[in-house]
């Protein structure tokens, strides 16, 4: 059994801690984790079982944990990278020492496009989050999943889910069933003179990447949990930053054409009846690889060299090469420039739907490279993923988006602040 801790133990976070700290589980290709990272956190422990991913954590942040391994000093400082089973991590050592737990744990149980086993599902991980939330005792448990955990037929289960990251320590017993486990929790709920460091206040939020500044429409589930000690109930998930009303609204006043130097498209719709709220406009793809405003720091990326079929890095962009055979027909249509991305799949070629082939201004059409793909999931242009192409489509397709993953981190992180000072 593996510990979190294994040389000197790092502080107990105390009411003059400055930095807080993290455990990330299922760490996949890192997009939940750099988006923690970003927002001031310290990870403790990464946990991830496949190789592939290892490998691209290991090549931007991570080094390998173990007894020799220092624990990290600042938030500058190497990830310890635990690669394995997470059941086979022992998180007790950190009992204490954790502010919040975060992990898009595992869709396959739950994904639209899988099999939908959901609970009967070998690869339910939720257990696992689970126990290391009660061999911890986090301030906060940051959790994310695939939409279909919301499908009707799964809400018996999710609302279980709920139950018991509310009462994480009420656990559940060899041979008993989850329906009967599920009773139990609710029962120690309603009971008088509970402990609210055993006890968190949760919620959950269906949510939009677009609507925050990540040019792809992906719908993602986020579970969001405090301890209930610290008095956290009333906190809400941040507010939607963009829009399409405004994205519209820019497009039919010309303003969007302009900005990228091109000739107005008809959009059939009338600016004087759009309300764009306040809000920013949606990211395109457009915006994502030629000219962003929201991204000024971003470069234009070039076209990947010609001929696809070559297969050549483009000599100053890394993962930024073409891929041939890109095909469109009913059902596997490509996207467009001037529109967010579609959801990005964990698949070399996105299958199925088209989510990886681009149409461009001649109307001619070609699959994205894997740095375009890496663009509309808001990963930085340096970040290195290994594996061939489809391993490091897989990875994109499985992570969380990194400004959407910022968005939570920040929020949980200031609502911490006066509980951590």
């Known amino acids: 059994?593996?510990?979190?801790?294994?040389?000197?133990?790092?502080?107990?976070?105390?009411?003059?801690?400055?930095?807080?700290?993290?455990?990330?589980?299922?760490?996949?290709?890192?997009?939940?984790?750099?988006?923690?990272?970003?927002?001031?956190?310290?990870?403790?422990?990464?946990?991830?079982?496949?190789?592939?991913a290892?490998?691209?954590?290991?090549?931007?942040?991570?080094?390998?944990?173990?007894?020799?391994?220092?624990?990290?000093?600042?938030?500058?400082?190497?990830?310890?990278?635990?690669?394995?089973?997470?059941?086979?991590?022992?998180?007790?050592?950190?009992?204490?020492?954790?502010?919040?737990?975060?992990?898009?744990?595992?869709?396959?149980?739950?994904?639209?496009?899988?099999?939908?086993?959901?609970?009967?599902?070998?690869?339910?991980?939720?257990?696992?989050?689970?126990?290391?939330?009660?061999?911890?005792?986090?301030?906060?448990?940051?959790?994310?999943?695939?939409?279909?955990?919301?499908?009707?037929s799964f809400a018996p289960y999710y609302e279980y889910i709920l139950n018991e990251l509310r009462?994480?320590?009420?656990?559940?017993?060899?041979?008993e069933d989850w329906q009967d486990h599920n009773r139990r929790i609710m029962?120690?709920?309603?009971?008088?003179?509970?402990?609210?460091?055993e006890r968190y206040?949760?919620?959950?939020?269906?949510?939009?990447?677009?609507d925050y500044g990540v040019p792809q429409v992906r719908w993602r589930v986020f579970v969001v949990a405090f301890r209930k000690d610290l008095g956290l109930s009333e906190w809400e998930f941040p507010k939607p930053t963009h829009s399409e009303?405004?994205?519209?609204?820019?497009?039919?006043?010309?303003?969007?054409?302009?900005?990228?130097?091109?000739?107005?498209?008809?959009?059939?719709?009338?600016?004087?009846i759009l309300d764009g709220g306040g809000l920013k406009p949606w990211r395109t793809l457009r915006d994502a690889l030629r000219n962003d405003p929201d991204a000024p720091h971003l470069k234009p990326l070039p076209e990947p060299r010609r001929p696809l079929e070559d297969k050549i890095e483009h000599p100053d962009w890394l993962h930024h090469f073409g891929w041939p055979g890109a095909r469109e027909y009913a059902g596997h249509t490509p996207n467009l420039l001037?529109?967010?991305a579609k959801t990005v799949k964990a698949g070399v070629h996105g299958v199925p739907g088209g989510e990886t082939v681009i149409k461009l201004d001649d109307g001619s059409i070609r699959y994205m490279t894997v740095r375009e793909v890496s663009r509309v999931m808001t990963f930085p242009?340096?970040?290195?993923?290994?594996?061939?192409?489809?391993?490091?489509?897989?990875?994109?397709?499985?992570a969380v988006p990194v400004r959407l993953g910022e968005v939570v981190a920040r929020s949980v992180a200031e609502a911490l602040k006066p509980k951590t000072k």
Request: one cysteine or more.
């Open 381 to 398: 242009d340096d970040w290195r993923l290994e594996g061939p192409r489809g391993e490091q489509m897989r990875q994109l397709g499985n």
């Open 201 to 210: 206040d949760v919620k959950y939020f269906l949510v939009n990447a677009a």
């Open 167 to 175: 009462a994480p320590l009420e656990e559940r017993v060899d041979g």
């Open 54 to 152: 290892c490998q691209t954590l290991r090549s931007n942040v991570a080094t390998e944990h173990g007894p020799e391994v220092p624990n990290p000093d600042s938030v500058t400082d190497k990830w310890p990278l635990y690669e394995g089973d997470i059941h086979n991590v022992n998180f007790a050592n950190a009992m204490g020492k954790v502010d919040v737990i975060a992990g898009g744990v595992p869709c396959q149980p739950w994904s639209l496009g899988g099999a939908h086993k959901g609970y009967e599902d070998k690869r339910n991980l939720w257990p696992e989050l689970f126990r290391c939330v009660r061999e911890t005792r986090p301030r906060a448990v940051i959790a994310e999943n695939v939409k279909g955990l919301l499908r009707p």
């Open 187 to 197: 029962k120690a709920l309603k009971s008088p003179g509970q402990d609210l460091k």
């Open 338 to 340: 001037d529109r967010p």
């Open 245 to 272: 009303a405004a994205l519209l609204r820019e497009q039919e006043t010309g303003e969007y054409w302009d900005r990228h130097g091109i000739k107005p498209r008809e959009t059939g719709v009338q600016a004087s």
């Open 1 to 52: 059994m593996v510990s979190v801790v294994t040389s000197e133990a790092v502080p107990e976070t105390s009411e003059a801690a400055a930095v807080r700290d993290s455990i990330e589980l299922f760490t996949g290709g890192g997009g939940l984790a750099l988006a923690m990272h970003n927002a001031g956190f310290r990870h403790l422990l990464a946990v991830e079982f496949d190789r592939r």
